[in-house]
């Protein structure tokens, strides 16, 4: 049994994504406090430019390590609401043919008592 609590399951995609973000917005800054001091350096808008594409080089493998965790409990959620969608979509077709079933059998008792 999981320790975690389903509420706090019903989340994982926000908490990902916020802690993915984070990640990024910390490499985008360590990167312009490095450009600010001239380590690397950065020559107008091509320069930050070039500073937003190293901070998303940068952040994407981090957020892969350290993210491994939230990135699981999300892809659970997800393939728990997709077996709940093909449960629901199933109980819907049954249910639709069912009633067709029904339909047709009594146009066809209709049509026996006719004849």
Same mark, same amino acid.
């Given at each position: 049994?999981? $320790?975690?609590? @389903? ?5 994982? !995609?926000?908490? *990902? !994504? ?12 360590? /990167? ?9 350096? #950065?020559?107008?808008? !091509?320069? *930050? ?8 080089? #940068? $952040?994407? @493998? ?9 990135? =699981? ?6 393939? =728990? ?5 093909? $449960?629901? !979509? ?13 339909? =047709?059998? /009594? #146009?066809? /008792? ?6």
């Amino acid at each position: 049994m999981s $320790s975690q609590s @389903p509420s706090s399951k019903s989340h994982a !995609t926000l908490r *990902y !994504t916020s802690m993915r973000a984070t990640i990024f917005l910390a490499c985008l800054l360590a /990167a312009l406090l490095l450009g600010h001091s001239g380590v690397i350096p #950065v020559a107008g808008t !091509t320069g *930050y430019i070039f500073l937003v594409g190293l901070a998303a080089l #940068v $952040s994407a @493998p981090l957020s892969y390590v350290l993210l491994s965790k939230q990135r =699981d409990e999300m892809s659970a959620q997800i393939a =728990d609401r997709m077996t709940g969608m093909r $449960s629901r !979509t199933a109980d819907r077709i049954s249910a639709q043919n069912a009633e067709e079933d029904a339909a =047709d059998e /009594a #146009v066809r /008792a209709a049509s026996a008592q006719q004849n």
